[in-house]
């Protein structure tokens, strides 16, 4: 089992940058698949971004590819999300997620066993 808590969110400029991490406890860190959504009022939880157990390989969704950056350490039992470029329509509740259950890439939400408590992330024009 493994606990997460999301720190970072914050308000910002349009074009401005934000850094997520992603803080878990519990055992065996680097068995677990990682990945960030996000979620805005009335709507489904949408993919952004993942990384395997390794952190050898990352995948995104187009809506963020080349703006934003996921990374893992783990030593420091840590998952980042690095957003660069940040538009308003990024506005949203951000939260990662664990799957032990899962190898490789993980986007679907429903693969998903272990989530934060999520970060709220405002981008104003």
């Known amino acids: 089992q493994v606990q997460l808590v999301e720190s970072g969110g914050g308000l910002v400029q349009a074009g401005g940058s934000l850094r997520l991490s992603c803080a878990a406890s519990?055992?065996?860190?680097?068995?677990?698949?990682m990945g960030w959504f996000r979620q805005a009022p009335g709507k489904e939880r949408e993919f952004v971004a993942a990384?395997?157990?390794?952190?050898?390989?990352?995948f995104y969704a187009d809506s963020v590819k080349g703006r934003f950056t996921i990374s893992r350490d783990n030593v420091k039992t840590m998952v980042s999300l690095q957003m660069n470029s940040l538009k308003p329509e990024d506005t949203d509740v951000y939260y990662c997620?664990?799957?032990?259950?899962?190898?490789?890439?993980?986007?679907?939400?429903?693969?998903?066993?272990?989530w934060g408590q999520g970060t709220q992330v405002t981008v104003s024009s």
């Open positions: 997620a664990a799957t032990g259950s899962h190898y490789g890439l993980v986007i679907n939400r429903n693969e998903y066993d272990y």
């Open positions: 519990g055992r065996a860190f680097s068995s677990y698949a």
């Open positions: 990384i395997t157990r390794s952190g050898g390989s990352t």
